[in-house]
Nanobody
Framework: QVQLVESGGGLVQPGGSLRLSCAAS????????MYWYRQAPGKERETVAW????????YYAVSVKGRFTISRDNAKNTLYLQMNSLKSEDTAVYYCKGNGLPWGQGTQVTVSS
């Protein structure tokens, strides 16, 4: 069945780095523009970044531009989010998603000293 499984979250100190992964299965991953979203407690879900199906174009929210990098490996059916210079305000559950695809369980990122 169609599935998106996020991983790579954890607890990190401010200024640290994490790399999130999203393993896709059950559909043709290379056909989909893919998003990373995040949702912090008490806040609405927001778009963090997206990448076109070929990986040729990307978009970043202003809040993460210059610190986060979205990428994909279509041969491995995997989406990535490299997060550097993390701030406390990056604390959230991070989700990958494509239009029409189901939500995964997300991965928790906590930035705290």
């Amino acid at each position: 069945q169609v599935q998106l499984v996020e991983s790579g979250g954890g607890l990190v100190q401010p200024g640290g780095s994490l790399r999130l992964s999203c393993a896709a299965s059950g559909f043709t991953f290379s056909n989909y523009l893919m998003y990373w979203y995040r949702q912090a407690p008490g806040k609405e879900r927001e778009t963090v970044a997206w990448i076109t199906s070929s990986g040729g174009a990307t978009y970043y929210a202003v809040s993460v531009k210059g610190r986060f990098t979205i990428s994909r490996d279509n041969a491995k059916n995997t989406l990535y989010l490299q997060m550097n210079s993390l701030k406390s305000e990056d604390t959230a559950v991070y989700y990958c998603k494509g239009n029409g695809l189901p939500w995964g369980q997300g991965t928790q990122v906590t930035v705290s000293s």
